[in-house]
C-alpha cells in the first residue's frame, strides 16, 4: 500500500467517526438525517446544525432517520433525543425511522 493510500484509508476512516446531520424539506415537511458516531467525544461536530434544526419553521410532519448511526452512546443519545423533543414541540407528526437495534430504547429512557 502505498503512503497516499494510507493517508487516504485513514481520513475516510476519521470521517466515519464523525456525527454528521443533513436537512431536507419534502412536501413541506423535515427530513433530519443523522450519519456517524453520536458519541460523546463526537456530537460537538454536530452542534450548531442541531440548533439549526431547533430554528427552523415547516409545516407538516417531519422525520428523524437514524440509518447512518453507526454508534451510539448517552451523549450521543442525549442529543438526539434533544432534537426529537425540538421536533415534537412542532408538529405532532413525528417519527424515528430505520434505528438499530437498542438505539430507540437508549434515547426513549431519557426524560424529555
Given at each position: 500500500?502505498l503512503?497516499s493510500d494510507?493517508?487516504e484509508?485513514?481520513q475516510m476512516a ?10 431536507d424539506?419534502p412536501?413541506g415537511g423535515?427530513?433530519?438525517r ?10 460537538a461536530?454536530?452542534?450548531k446544525?442541531?440548533?439549526d ?12 432517520d437514524l440509518?447512518g ?10 442529543m ?8 415534537e ?5 413525528v417519527?424515528?425511522a430505520?434505528a438499530?437495534a437498542?438505539?430507540t430504547?437508549l434515547?426513549?429512557?431519557l426524560?424529555?
Amino acid at each position: 500500500m502505498l503512503s497516499s493510500d494510507v493517508a487516504e484509508d485513514s481520513q475516510m476512516a476519521e470521517a466515519a467517526e464523525q456525527a454528521g446531520l443533513t436537512i431536507d424539506y419534502p412536501q413541506g415537511g423535515l427530513l433530519v438525517r443523522l450519519t456517524g458516531v453520536w458519541r460523546n467525544a463526537t456530537i460537538a461536530d454536530v452542534e450548531k446544525a442541531v440548533r439549526d434544526v431547533e430554528a427552523v419553521r415547516f409545516s407538516g410532519s417531519a422525520r428523524l432517520d437514524l440509518s447512518g448511526v453507526t454508534g451510539l452512546d448517552t451523549g450521543g443519545a442525549w442529543m438526539v433525543r434533544r432534537l426529537l423533543t425540538s421536533l415534537e414541540a412542532k408538529t405532532k407528526n413525528v417519527s424515528v425511522a430505520a434505528a438499530q437495534a437498542g438505539m430507540t430504547e437508549l434515547i426513549s429512557a431519557l426524560p424529555e
